[in-house]
């Protein structure tokens, strides 16, 4: 029953994007078709196949043996501050990890290597083969299918490096699914840190990521259909320059940009959670002035707003109400708070959330769907191509919604896949 529930969420949130869509008329059947096709390919390949399930399982192995050799450093570094046993002997249980020391140790080192796979040509040819495949299949141009193969594996702006030379003249079908790839998707470093957290399963977070470039492809093609000639629809040869000297190079570059992710990430969540703290005074306060016995949170309500989105994409009834404050958390705040949040009730209530709803939450909240993203989106394209900047500022609130139906449209296509 869940898994034909999830069907129709298909069904539900292909709609939805056409209704918030500025040409209905145009309805681009094929991308939509090649599109959700990918996602089950891709989908069944990694979790039905024997080969699949070892790339799985491999992935959940090699997650853990990066996120330790990244603690390692990080123990050199910080001495017994990086160390759990260290810190929960002297602290309790309840305070064994400083966050900001994890985040960025794991950031920093997948940063690190990641710019190492990219000079050494393995992430470009990974990037070009995703993005022939996707552009052949679901006739996309060559520019915002190589952005968004690249956002499987890079952050929001850094994909949109790779397509800089385009970004002047794409069209405004092509800059909306850049931005939205970019909301779908998350990066490598950051994507290790999910992978690591206890109780979410590093091979669906991988998983998530693949299926999240196609998946923002077609949300975007829907929501905003080509009209206009793009000069990138016949490219087929996909070029990719690296521009560090040598290994080394390429170490401390990742590692420079992995630091100021990591400070980016830690701003993001004392702000934000900083804000939803204060919202939460100011509604309590006003609740108590109109003589409300039991307040209602930020939290809660964002609860009720998306336990319907939860439900339609296959979750159990009584799993929605907790997975929805998640999924709004995730669009206030970020995804990491929900993940965070995630990991943290799965440890404190085991049993209480059905497997198949950790997993699709998992899927679900695998983007950078949230405000916050808006504004870096607007900053880090915008810086170049300033002649975008105004696009980018009308179209980043439909990105955000493309990049949110996206991920649920993959959760989606995982429930119907899994019992």
């Not at 078709?33 to 799985?56: E, H, N, S």
């Not at 259909?225 to 000069?231: D, G, R």
Request: net charge positive; with cysteine; proline share 3%.
């Amino acid at each position: 029953m869940l898994r034909l529930i999830s069907l129709l969420g298909i069904v539900v949130f292909l709609a939805l994007a056409w209704l918030l869509s500025n040409n209905r008329r145009l309805f681009p059947w094929r991308t939509v078709l090649w599109g959700l096709g990918l996602q089950f390919f891709f989908a069944l390949f990694i979790l039905k196949t024997p080969i699949g399930r070892k790339l799985f399982d491999g992935a959940q192995t090699a997650i853990g043996q990066l996120n330790e050799s990244a603690f390692q450093g990080a123990a050199l570094v910080f001495g017994p501050l990086a160390q759990d046993k260290a810190l929960s002997a002297a602290f309790g249980p309840e305070n064994a990890v400083i966050l900001v020391i994890k985040i960025s140790a794991t950031i920093i080192f997948i940063s690190s290597l990641s710019s190492l796979l990219y000079h050494w040509g393995i992430l470009q040819r990974v990037v070009a083969a995703m993005a022939w495949v996707m552009q052949k299949a679901m006739r996309t141009s060559g520019s915002e299918s190589l952005a968004g193969a690249s956002n499987i594996f890079l952050g929001q702006t850094e994909a949109a490096l790779v397509i800089k030379p385009y970004l002047a003249k794409m069209t405004q079908s092509e800059v909306m699914a850049l931005m939205t790839t970019g909301m779908a998707t998350i990066a490598s470093g950051v994507m290790a840190v999910y992978a690591g957290m206890k109780g979410v399963n590093a091979g669906h977070i991988v998983t998530a990521s693949v299926l999240g470039a196609p998946a923002g492809l077609l949300v975007a093609k829907v929501m905003f259909p080509e009209t206009e000639k793009s000069e990138t629809g016949q490219l087929h040869h996909f070029q990719i320059d690296r521009k560090t000297i040598n290994s080394i190079d390429a170490l401390c570059q990742g590692a420079s940009e992995g630091i100021m992710l990591s400070i980016n990430v830690m701003g993001m969540l004392i702000a934000f959670v900083a804000m939803v703290a204060l919202l939460n005074i100011l509604l309590t306060g006003l609740q108590s002035g109109l003589g409300v016995v039991t307040p209602v949170t930020l939290q809660k309500l964002l609860g009720w707003v998306n336990a319907p989105f939860a439900w339609m994409m296959g979750m159990p009834a009584k799993d929605c109400g907790v997975i929805g404050q998640m999924l709004g958390e995730r669009i206030v705040l970020n995804e990491f708070v929900g993940y965070l949040d995630l990991s943290n009730y799965v440890q404190a209530h085991p049993g209480a959330l059905a497997e198949r709803s950790v997993t699709l939450a998992s899927y679900a909240l695998c983007g950078f769907a949230n405000f916050g993203s808006i504004a870096i989106q607007i900053g880090g394209i915008g810086a170049l191509a300033p002649n975008r900047r105004h696009d980018l500022a009308r179209l980043g609130p439909r990105a955000m919604i493309a990049g949110l139906i996206a991920c649920y449209l993959f959760a989606s296509v995982i429930g119907v896949l899994i019992d």
